[in-house]
């Protein structure tokens, strides 16, 4: 029996060919530091752990890629442990990456994403395959598609309580629950440094001590619970929408 959501990683070739879908989940995070408490790998976690309950909350095939691990992090270059490539980079190496999946008939992507600073280049990088590849790709980003205060009553923050939650849901052996109250002393309250609705900051080191923005203790597993298990309807939604869409795109118009 060939399962719903198949691990790229863990499956065989032979395995892949049985697959009767053109739908693929991409997880797309960063290696960057989030606090005392958390992981560098927080991002690429969270944005794995979404893509394989998604598939799962989806119920049909669907293939899962390997997890993109290093993003668009310079922001936080003054901890140690981050990893960050050019914008460039980046939509070049995850363009190719994912339009590598086209030939072999996954031609329906979607990027899961787990960390903000990919955002804008992982919409530009679907766009371009879009219009000039074989294949219809479109983002998402975990906590854009989720009503964190609905499910937890928090913002998003930067290691604080809604990405520590969903570690506590889906990886809590990665956490340092003794450094919880350092993580909290040592966060800030909000992202940047503002002025004119203009943020001054360019570095997450110029805002927050510690590279924490919430407060982690805020929330519990149950909270995590909750907001994976939100993210992963609304991606099996997604899937469902683009399992059905027409990926065509528009004829040139003539007066």
């Known amino acids: 029996m060939v399962p719903v959501g198949m691990d790229l990683t863990e499956a065989s070739w032979t395995d892949v060919a049985d697959l009767e879908t053109s739908l693929a989940l991409v997880p797309v995070g960063s290696t960057e530091q989030h606090g005392p408490h958390a992981p560098l790998g927080t991002d690429a976690m969270t944005a794995e752990a979404v893509a394989h309950a998604g598939a799962d909350a989806y119920g049909g095939q669907v ?44 031609d329906r992507l979607v990027f899961v994403n787990g960390h903000g600073g990919n955002s804008a280049a992982l919409r530009e990088v679907a766009g371009t ?15 854009d598609a989720v009503d964190l205060e609905k499910h937890a009553n928090v913002r998003m923050g930067h290691a604080g309580p809604a990405e520590t939650a969903l ?15 350092e993580a909290q002393s040592g966060a800030s309250d909000g992202w940047g440094e503002w002025s004119q609705r203009v ?24 909270d995590g619970e909750a907001l994976l298990a939100a993210a992963a309807d ?22």
């Open 167 to 181: 570690l506590r849901a889906a990886r809590p052996e990665t956490l340092k629950e003794d450094r919880m109250e």
């Open 234 to 255: 609304a991606l099996a939604a997604l899937l469902e929408t683009i399992a059905e869409r027409d990926p065509s795109r528009p004829p040139r118009k003539d007066t």
């Open 129 to 143: 395959i879009t219009r000039h590849e074989d294949a219809y790709a479109v983002p998402f980003t975990w906590f």
């Open 63 to 106: 293939a899962v890629a390997p997890t993109l691990p290093v993003g668009i992090s310079e922001e936080h270059r003054q901890f140690p442990g981050t990893m960050w490539v050019s914008e460039d980079t980046f939509r070049r190496y995850v363009r190719e990456a994912a339009t590598s999946l086209a030939p072999h008939g996954f």
């Open 199 to 222: 943020n001054l900051a360019f570095d997450t080191a110029e805002f927050t001590e510690n590279g924490v923005v919430g407060d982690p203790t805020e929330t519990d597993t149950a």
